[in-house]
């Protein structure tokens, strides 16, 4: 698919994260930009159909436009701007003494999308998206693949949406609506692969990494799983139990980190032996 050129002085910059950068048009509030950092021109047109199929599929996500190159070589995709919105993990920095109802929510949130059955003939299998980044991964050794690939291909099966990146800052709301962003890993399966990230991100971030993504500390993110927790599972399912389940698949997403970092995580690989190797 061609992109379509703009002009980047048309836009203005509004925020940045792990891809890339956020722009609002300058003419049309209505239009944000999301621009991926220079190199990456696969990566956004793949999201971007990805996030048309999502949409299309009535997931509570924003709409996509069009594949987009700017002047200075760099591409990205138009969204429908949400106007005011926030996501769950400013939200909670803001106002960290309600983050038993932020994190409630969001599990409400999730709880929805993991019920949503999708069709299987449109989106990919999470568990051959994880065995594709496996078989990718430079940095594991042939007897440690095996046993990935063997805990992947043995997890339970499911034709539900998942997230694919499923954490408090890629959830956003207004006042009376709630959105999923950042879909370039949407797929379908069980919930375990999305909620070993919601408890990777709340239980196993270091402290500087919590405060600069995440806008709040280790204690209150740590919080945030709890309540999380409690209400997607229910209040007398045990919580360490619930922890036990999460955690290999938390290790999976190393897999993730791994790939798009471009190096290893020896935090996250720490899991990984304690549960999966």
Known sequence: MQAKEINLGDYVL???GANGESYFKK?????LLKLYFPGRIQQPLDEMLL???VFKAGIPVPEPG???VTDD?????LFKRIKGKVSFASAVGNNPHKVMEYAAEFARMCKGLHSTKIDTAEFANVKDRYLEMLSLNAFFTKAQKDKIAS???NAPDADTAIHGDLQFGNAIF??????FIDLGDFCYGHPFFDLGMVYLTCKLGEEEFTSQVFHMDCKTASSFWDAFAKEYFGEDVPL???????RPYAALKTLIIERDAGCTFPRYRKVLEQTIL
């Open 66 to 68: 069009e594949y987009v």
């Open 151 to 153: 805990f992947i291909e």
């Open 51 to 53: 996030s048309r199929k």
């Open 14 to 16: 509004s925020g940045g």
């Open 73 to 77: 070589g760099r591409y990205g995709i």
């Open 27 to 31: 003419s049309d509030p209505s239009v």
């Open 240 to 246: 360490k139990g619930i922890e036990d389940e999460i």
């Open 174 to 179: 207004t006042e009376d609506k709630r959105y």
